[in-house]
């Protein structure tokens, strides 16, 4: 998989990709991330990237030619399969969306600033939009860096225990049941005793019932 990253904060990534899982794809080449730095696209002067809105209004909005540009560039490159806008004023990510996003083969992902972008970008460019949750954050590129986060660690082979992804939360509409380590006791506090017993079965059964219980308290709108 290879993903473009389009954004005017490009050092921003050098932190959250070059850790765990995401670190390790890269080095097993599993995933190409390309930070794309959008200000020496512009062809003004200034190199500046936005200005003011018709009509009026607070808020400056990003222009449409270095994007354009940038974009354009990208696409005669090579094919992509989705061209993702990340702005709060999107349907919200969820794990199928993830599961759909992990089998591509090139993404990209336009980070929004400030007002947002020029619609015409929309209009013309973009082919998903996608945002994280119902609040608002700076900009796009903490919201491309979840989004690349949740894709990744799907890709086949960037979690060794390749179950483990597919017991996630979400995974089935349930939320994780409660998980322990040892010791089996700490100051008194204890693993339940279900999960000493060694009976696959019934660590099953609590588990389950342990997901359910959990779900119903937490997120009773995935029972629905
Ligand atoms: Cl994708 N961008 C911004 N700026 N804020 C958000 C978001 C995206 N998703 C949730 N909040």
Redesign the pocket.
Known sequence: MRIDIISIFPDFFEGPFSHSILKRAQEKKLVEIHIHDLRPYSTNKQKSVDDYQYGGGSGMVMNIQPIDDCISKLKEEREYDEIIY???D?PTLNQNTCNNLSISKNLIMLC?HYKGIDQRIRDQFITME????D??????EL?SAVLTDSIVRLIPGAISDETSALSDSFQDELLSHPIYTRPSDYKGWKVPEVLLSGNPILIEKWREEKAIEKTKNTRPDLLQ
Do not use: R
């Open positions: 990340l702005t709060p999107s929004g996608v945002s994280i949750g609040y608002v954050l700076t900009g796009g919201a």
